[in-house]
């Protein structure tokens, strides 16, 4: 009995993760870029232990025009690379903007790193009658003058992806290789959208909360029944 309670109270835990999940990409389904975060599900690994792993779904999102030039998006495999204060990070977020410092930087003000490095324009700004474009291989040109490529990248195994906040994440300990161009399009006046489906989430949302409901049902007969033969011993 006392091993029924145990079990439950797992059932219990695991259906709390998993609800916070859910709520955090109901959260997240207007965030440009964002990946999915798939709930917790137990893996028993060769030595017979239960491992808790929790994934993302890489798949993409729907592409949105904004007809900004400093709005990207990535058709197919591969990550920007943004440089934050903790180091690289991957994002498939692309919308940008210049820093007060001539920097190409995304929504949380890391820069947008190139082939190069870091991508700044910040010495070509005062010329108003020149364009900034960025061709399919992610070639940025102000004008004719070429400025640097952007560096696109692919995590050696998606799943050691560790996500650092809502939709950067790094390479994990496989590491990433920069994706050849074939692989990849970037399209200059877009952006990702989230790939959260509401409808599926407020689903997973329901069932997750009935089978909650019964894993605490499930605990309390167990504990009433656990008392009552306990105090039949007492007798």
């Known amino acids: ?29 207007n965030t440009t ?20 792993r929790q994934t993302s779904d890489f798949r993409p999102g729907d592409l949105a025009q904004t007809s900004n030039p400093l709005d990207l ?16 990070q991957m994002t498939r977020n692309g919308k940008l903007s210049i820093s007060s410092e001539g920097y190409l930087v995304n929504e949380q003000g890391y ?12 010495n070509l700004q005062l010329d108003k009658e020149k364009q900034l474009t960025i061709s399919n291989t992610g070639e940025i040109k102000f004008g004719d003058q070429s400025i640097d490529s952007i560096l696109i990248v692919k995590p050696e195994d998606p799943q050691e992806s560790e996500r650092i906040s809502g939709e950067n994440f790094s390479a994990g300990t496989s590491g990433y290789t920069v994706s050849a ?39 309390n007969y167990l504990d009433k029944t656990l008392d009552e033969a306990n105090q039949i011993g007492k007798v």
């Open 181 to 219: 161009e074939g692989e990849y399009q970037i399209r200059q006046g877009y952006i990702e959208e989230s790939n959260v489906n509401p409808i599926k989430e407020m689903q997973d949302m329901i069932m997750l909360n009935s089978q909650y409901d019964s894993a605490h049902k499930m605990i």
């Open 33 to 52: 870029g964002y990946k999915r975060e798939i709930p917790f599900s137990e893996v028993i690994d060769e030595y017979g232990n239960a491992q808790i």
């Open 111 to 122: 820069k947008l790193m190139g082939k190069n490095g870091a991508i700044n324009i910040n």
């Open 73 to 88: 998006a990535i058709v197919g495999n591969g990550f920007f690379v943004v440089q934050s204060e903790n180091g690289l």
């Open 1 to 29: 009995m006392v091993k029924g309670i145990y079990t439950a109270a797992r059932a219990l835990d695991s259906r709390m993760r998993n609800l916070d999940i859910v709520a955090n990409n109901l959260a997240n389904v």
